[in-house]
């Protein structure tokens, strides 16, 4: 799909990172999220992540994302390779956003710890309204009954945790 074609065009273009974080037990952190300024979208579960600022490096996006979203510090070296890239379009906030988007891995020690809240956006603190750590089999047994982002998380998370390089079809999430 031709992003700039087939679809109504965009308010914004961005370059994110995307952080599968596991933790001693290989379970994902995902965060349900909500839109509270469009409820009736419903809630999903993402990866937390961001937006790349100037000068970052994919891996000093995702330290800093993961420090301010979770309080959990993760240094840059200790981000895996990009082997995950995908372009996306979503609305948020009543903005339509055309993300390019690379997804790396993580992580933290102990069995589920739970993020801390004190670094996020007012923003974040309204969207994400609960967390969970989710086993890699759950995520995939969830799909089509669970809404993820990325979308095609639950097809794609096995073969990104194998190291297969991945460039994801584009995805029209909502």
């Known amino acids: 799909m031709d992003p700039v074609t087939e679809w109504p065009g965009y308010d914004v273009e961005r370059t994110s990172v995307r952080v599968v974080l596991r933790d001693d037990d290989g379970s994902v952190l995902l965060f349900r999220t909500?839109?509270?300024?469009?409820?009736?979208?419903?809630?999903?579960?993402?990866?937390?992540?961001?937006?790349?600022e100037d000068g970052e490096s994919y891996a000093e996006t995702a330290s800093r994302e993961i420090e301010e979203e979770t309080g959990f510090v993760v240094a840059s070296a200790a981000f895996g390779p990009v082997t995950w890239r995908r372009d996306s379009t979503y609305v948020r906030r009543h903005t339509r956003v055309w993300q390019h988007e690379v997804v790396v891995m993580a992580h933290v020690t102990g069995v589920a710890p739970v993020p801390g809240a004190e670094g996020r956006t007012p923003e974040e603190l309204d969207d994400y309204v609960d967390h969970q750590w989710w086993p890699a089999a759950d995520v995939e047994a969830a799909v089509?009954?669970?809404?993820?982002?990325?979308?095609?998380?639950?097809?794609?998370?096995?073969?990104?945790?194998?190291?297969?390089?991945?460039?994801?079809?584009?995805d029209h999430w909502n």
């Open 34 to 52: 909500v839109d509270p300024t469009t409820p009736e979208l419903g809630e999903w579960w993402e990866l937390p992540g961001g937006g790349v």
């Open 144 to 170: 089509g009954s669970t809404r993820f982002f990325p979308s095609r998380l639950p097809q794609l998370l096995a073969t990104f945790l194998a190291g297969t390089e991945i460039d994801e079809p584009f």
